[in-house]
């Protein structure tokens, strides 16, 4: 027991250190607001037609791609601070940016707050549910319920009976496992928690959803690059990142079994399978985890721009305009799923309407 707590303790200083370093384009903390006048990557100050975006880290990777591209071709500076969902949802609230980036829809109390808010989806991204165990590679099968006890404390080790009767023949270790999860309010914990309340009648009863949780245990870092951080440098951790950064950084990940029963591996392929024919509500806020697609991986959400109906940057809806269409070409080299046609119109219908 007391090994146990001297590793959370080791790993908890490390998710500090990692926490507290800045990823170029991104921010540091969700409970700062983002300053509408705030420089530019490498310090040199934003120009007055330069537009300010503050949030998810989820779709980073697809978003600095999106804002170098679009400046290399219509010249506007896009500044973007990846502060986690709930920091994108305070500073649009407090319309201290452009626009804000969630990838939990607002609540409606938050909603309440921001009278004439729009969720605009700008593509879906699959929640990778990785590891680093040494000497174990990548595909190992887990469940939903498997993966609910494990971020409840309630599976404790490798070599757990629940992951044995999955992966017959695997070598499983008798290592501790270090649940891994986000210090910050996160839409990629969102989520991932309303996958677990939906397949998990016990933690919907004890822990529940939302951007933050009261998680039993384990250990912390802001942010999807710090989560992928600090699993690649812990033995034993498991955690859940958006699949582009599984994949940048080389990650082993789970194949999760889905609601039809089928071990599905999370790859651009299966987003697209568990997103497509979903029809989403008028204002968009519905999470999509756990749908019925036979090939689609089950945590599964898409990601959202949060800005004001009225008073809305006209250079704002001109680069939606410009996401929405030669953008998603760029999603599945990027580690996301265009949107589907039926919820790219919808959106496309929606951005039309900002004045």
């Known amino acids: 027991m007391n090994t146990s707590r001297n590793r959370y303790a080791k790993t908890g200083l490390l998710a500090i250190a990692v926490a507290s370093l800045c990823v170029l384009g991104s921010g540091c903390s969700d409970d700062k607001s983002a300053s509408s006048t705030s420089t530019a990557p490498g310090g040199q100050a934003a120009s007055a037609n330069a537009l300010n975006g503050a949030g998810a880290t989820f779709p980073l990777i697809i978003y600095q791609k999106w804002f170098q591209e679009y400046k290399d071709k219509n010249g506007v500076e896009i500044n973007y601070q990846g502060i986690g969902s709930g920091g994108g949802i305070k500073n649009i609230t407090a319309h201290a940016v452009d626009f804000g980036a969630s990838d939990a829809p607002m609540s409606d109390d938050e909603m309440s707050k921001a009278p004439g808010i729009e969720h605009i989806p700008t593509v879906a991204g699959a929640v990778a549910v990785a590891y680093n ?32 009767a999955l992966n ?5 270790p ?41 998680w039993p245990g384990g250990a912390a870092a802001k942010g999807n690059q710090g989560v992928a951080a600090l699993i690649q440098q812990t033995n034993g951790a498991i955690g859940y990142v958006e699949l582009a950064y599984a994949d940048k950084n080389n990650m082993p990940y789970a194949v999760v079994q889905n609601s039809s029963g089928a071990f599905v591996k999370p790859t651009i392929e299966s987003t697209t399978a568990a997103a497509a024919g979903v029809k989403l509500p008028p204002d968009f806020r519905e999470v999509i985890t756990n749908t019925p697609a036979k090939d689609g991986y089950p945590i599964t959400g898409f990601t959202f721009l949060l800005v004001y109906q009225t008073g809305t940057r006209p250079e704002v809806k001109k680069f939606l305009q410009w996401a929405l269409t030669d953008g998603e070409k760029d999603a599945p080299a990027n580690g996301y799923a ?15 309407k900002l004045r």
């Open 338 to 352: 265009p949107l589907p046609a039926n919820v790219q119109k919808q959106a496309l219908a929606a951005v039309d």
């Open 168 to 172: 017959p023949g695997a070598k499983l």
């Open 133 to 164: 165990v040494t000497g174990l590679p990548t595909g190992l099968k887990l469940t939903g319920p498997v993966i609910a006890n494990i971020f409840a404390g309630k599976v404790k080790s490798w070599n757990d009976p629940s992951i044995a």
């Open 174 to 214: 008798a290592v501790d496992i270090i649940p891994v999860h986000r210090a910050d309010g996160s839409g990629t914990t969102n989520i991932f928690t309303t996958y677990l309340t939906q397949v998990s009648p016990d933690w919907n009863s004890t822990i529940g959803k939302g951007k933050s949780v009261k």
